[in-house]
């Protein structure tokens, strides 16, 4: 509820700019910096990136090396980068599911240590307070933590959907995960088209994806982290109504190899006009409107993802962190940290946002920007903003996953019954609390 | 002895040393390291790691891993089909090819692409042919009339479909092993057989496969430990989904170690996948003796 206060705080107080007083608004004096490097995953918005990267170099004469690694092999980069002693990396963007492994272990600089007079612009949107650590409370938030990082880029998963097709049908954009449901049932006709596409693939996929669900039926996977209440509440009656409607979503709307669907594969149906609605990352936007890559260019709209049956919404927020290194020489991390400066503008963010990036900054959405055609995402984006949470955000997050990525899957593809499958979940996830003494505990095991 | 005779005769002990400690540095060191680390749990604060010494719970953990019983019985599938397969497609190929009058470079040649790209791109190139809406596969069965199948997304299937990835890759480099070897056999030993009245399948059995068998344990050894080692290809197609079908050893590991960032067990587990593929070089060679005493 704070969170969604302080977003309302922050929206009112940039509304108020005149659309024209935001395109000016200069980009930072940074002066002259030493050359850095950047470790930059290879992701859809790399390519909008990489060009406000030039247009920094172009305006200031400072250089920046960009190191684009594989999703896959970011992780281990970084790592690297910090463990080694002596940071190849200046400025690193890490997935915000690993911030707390790097926030915990201590390997990154606070940024107010490197230059005290650093604030971020209250425009900033903070995505869940996922820059701030508070080492007492082993929790994310701003309350007594430092700032230890930046979003660069904030994806959150939008309802996407074809007006052409839901108006033959005569189906208005659903808005609870009822009318997904129903909608589907009159589009699909596999296998020319599939009524909604989402994620059924072990691990990330499944978690992520079918979390939004279970936070719009007003489930959670432990009760009060943040609290340091580490009582698991996956097997709760509402999880199992998330995880039914999801596994009938997945295989009633979907191909018949829901099970192993990934990000590209959804990705690729909706790009191909095989799927007439789908739960598709913001970033994914650009490309289906690329005529390159797209046959549907122009004919996605997006709203924010869909409300449960007690009119709760629920999105998980999936940013990109940019941190600087605690073991980078002084000079470069004033030099990465000039950078953030420049690239945290009102300026910048706009030109980030119109070479097919996600601007991080509230001032953004609420411009003249908005109302172009290519970026009509925006107020969709800007609407989940107000419900999306940050989840397992703890110190267990990737062995939580882990297990959830699992057990979510093999209910999907009837290796288990869904309350098979979260009660193995619950199990598992309270031995691990358990075995690192937090203070834990279990609900009543669902029927099987 | 003369101190020159000495130095002369101790020279070729020494002259090892280099070697023995490189070897030792790359090899025994990080072996001790992760026999270390696999008594451990390691954790990193204030930029620092911090190992503690929790043996039992490592072991303890070994034993209570869920995915880790379907990922060995995966993994014993996986080796025992694919190395099979590979072994009788190769060799078959081998003789077929040997007997070629013209165009044997050209065959071998061709043979030679598959083990020339890297296992990323194989994984990519055959998760789009095995694609269930816009697949190769599929679309030639759907264009035949008939149903599309769900190479991937089924768990009775996705594991084969795997093994058939495999076995595309390597077949090659057994036939490549045992092409060599069928060209090195005596001609004159096959030619008397032939005038003998040998029929040609008579010939393969009973003259080129025992003649063969050092180049097949070989081939199979070879194999054997390569098939495994297979991560990139299953990581690309299936990532051990869905559920656990195609769960190998090594993506266990790869998840536990990198993922999770259980460095300790990690370790473990990689300790207990060096000891399986010892145990099995081991009654490998054990074998090998026996089939040459024959």
């Given amino acids: ?448 | 002895m003369t101190r020159s005779s000495f130095v002369s005769r101790s020279f070729k002990h020494w002259s090892l040393l280099p070697g023995v400690l490189l070897l030792a540095a790359l090899t025994l060191y990080p072996l001790a390291n992760l026999v270390r680390m696999s008594v451990s749990t390691i954790e990193f604060a204030e930029g620092s790691e911090i190992w503690r010494f929790t043996p039992r719970a490592n072991l303890a953990q070994l034993l209570a891993d869920d995915v880790l019983r379907p990922a060995l019985v995966n993994t014993l599938v996986f080796v025992v089909v694919s190395v099979a397969a590979e072994m009788i497609i190769g060799l078959a190929l081998a003789i077929a090819v040997a007997g070629l009058v013209r165009g044997k470079q050209w065959v071998r040649t061709a043979m030679i692409l598959p083990i020339l790209v890297p296992p990323v791109a194989i994984g990519s190139m055959w998760k789009l042919m095995y694609n269930y809406d816009f697949g190769i596969f599929n679309q030639t069965l759907t264009a035949l009339g008939l149903a599309p199948v769900n190479w991937l997304g089924s768990t009775s299937l996705a594991l084969t479909s795997v093994i058939v990835v495999d076995i595309w890759h390597w077949v090659p480099f057994v036939f490549l092993i045992l092409f060599a070897a069928v060209e090195g056999l005596p001609t004159d030993l096959l030619e008397a057989a032939r005038v003998d009245g040998a029929t040609r399948w008579q010939v393969v059995w009973r003259i080129m496969i025992p003649l063969l068998r050092p180049a097949i344990i070989v081939a199979f050894l070879f194999r054997t430990i390569l098939a495994f080692k297979v991560f990139d290809e299953v990581y690309l197609l299936t990532s051990g989904g869905p559920g656990t079908a195609t769960e190998l050893v090594n993506l266990h590991l790869y998840k536990v170690f990198f993922e999770q960032n259980q460095l300790g067990y990690g370790a473990l587990l990689s300790l207990a996948v060096i000891a399986a593929i010892v145990a099995f070089l081991v009654t490998a060679r054990h074998v090998s003796v026996a089939v040459r005493a024959q």
């Fill in chain 1, 1 to 448: 509820m704070r969170q969604f206060l302080r977003i309302i705080a922050v929206f009112a107080t940039t509304a108020g700019l005149s659309l024209g007083a935001a395109a000016q608004q200069p980009f930072a004096d940074v002066g002259k910096q030493p050359p850095i490097t950047i470790l930059v995953a290879s992701t859809p918005w790399y390519p909008a990136f990489e060009k406000v990267v030039g247009l920094y170099e172009q305006q200031t004469g400072n250089q920046v090396k960009l190191d684009t690694t594989p999703f896959g092999g970011m992780l281990e980069k970084a790592r690297n980068a910090v463990r080694t002693g002596k940071s190849p990396y200046d400025l690193m963007f890490i997935d915000t599911q690993w911030t707390i492994e790097f926030y915990e272990g201590g390997f990154l600089a606070p940024l107010k240590e490197i230059d005290p007079t650093f604030d971020m612009p209250k425009e900033v949107l903070t995505y869940g307070d996922s820059g701030y650590w508070n080492a007492q409370k082993r929790w994310r938030t701003a309350d007594g933590g430092k700032l230890m990082a930046y979003t660069v880029l904030g994806n959150v998963q939008l309802l996407y959907y074809r007006p052409d097709l839901l108006k033959q049908a005569g189906i208005a954009p659903p808005k609870t995960w009822a009318e997904v449901a129903a909608a589907c049932a009159r589009l699909t006709d596999p296998p020319k088209m599939y009524g909604f596409v989402v994620r059924g693939e072990k691990g990330n996929g499944i978690r992520y994806d079918w979390q939004s669900v279970m936070l719009a039926e007003g489930a959670s996977v432990v009760k009060d982290p943040a609290g340091g209440d580490y009582t698991v509440t996956i097997n709760s009656p509402q999880a199992k109504a998330a995880l039914d409607l999801y596994i009938d979503l997945l295989k009633r709307c979907g191909p018949p190899n829901y099970g192993t669907l990934g990000q590209g594969d959804v990705i690729q149906l909706l790009a191909t006009g095989k799927a007439a609605m789908g739960d598709v990352v913001t970033a994914a936007f650009a490309s289906f409107e690329d005529p390159a890559k797209s046959l549907v260019v122009g004919k996605l709209e997006t709203v924010a993802l869909p409300a449960g049956r007690g009119g709760v919404f629920g999105a998980v927020i999936g940013n990109w962190n940019a941190v600087i290194p605690k073991d980078a020489p002084e000079a470069q991390k004033k030099a990465a940290l000039a950078f953030s400066r420049w690239f945290l503008t009102s300026a910048a963010q706009r030109a980030f946002a119109q070479a097919g990036g996600i601007p991080n900054r509230s001032d953004v959405y609420t411009s003249d920007l908005a109302k172009e055609p290519r970026l009509r995402w925006m107020p969709a984006y800007l609407e989940t903003q107000k419900f999306a949470k940050q989840e397992l955000g703890y110190a267990e997050g990737a062995q939580v996953e882990q297990i959830l990525g699992l057990r979510l899957n093999q209910a999907a593809i009837g290796e288990m019954s869904s309350g098979k499958a979260l009660n193995t979940a619950a199990k598992e996830i309270e031995e691990l609390f358990g075995k690192n003494g937090r203070k834990t505990g279990a609900l009543p095991p669902l029927p099987e």
